[in-house]
């Protein structure tokens, strides 16, 4: 079993920028493939982007560019960068662990673009 916790999410203008944290329970955390979700008001949940455990990282067309995922093995923190918010990044942000052919998720955290 995994839990994991999302943290950094708030409000802010666009333009602007935030930095999502994720903290893994386990002591294998470097051998989990991570990735960030997102869910907006009245849409799906969507891939954001994806780190492998050797750090290769994969984006969405949407936010390429503009955030950047990483993560800290010695922590069990997986991050997500992001700059240059636009309004229709605002969603719930959810990190997902993939442990075998385990999902496994956490509560999200809610980013909000607005001015």
């Known amino acids: 079993q995994v839990q994991l916790g999302e943290s950094g999410g708030g409000l802010v203008q666009p333009g602007g920028s935030l930095r999502l944290s994720c903290v893994a329970s386990g002591t294998f955390f470097s051998t989990y493939i991570m990735r960030w979700y997102r869910q907006g008001p009245g849409t799906e949940r969507e891939l954001v982007a994806r780190i492998t455990r050797d750090g290769i990282a994969n984006y969405a067309d949407s936010v390429k560019g503009r955030f950047t995922i990483s993560r800290d093995n010695t922590k069990n923190t997986l991050y997500l960068e992001m700059n240059s918010l636009k309004p229709e990044d605002t969603a719930v942000y959810y990190c997902?662990?993939?442990?075998?052919?385990?999902?496994?998720w956490g509560q999200g955290t809610k980013v909000t673009v607005s001015s």
């Open positions: 997902n662990a993939i442990v075998g052919v385990q999902n496994y």
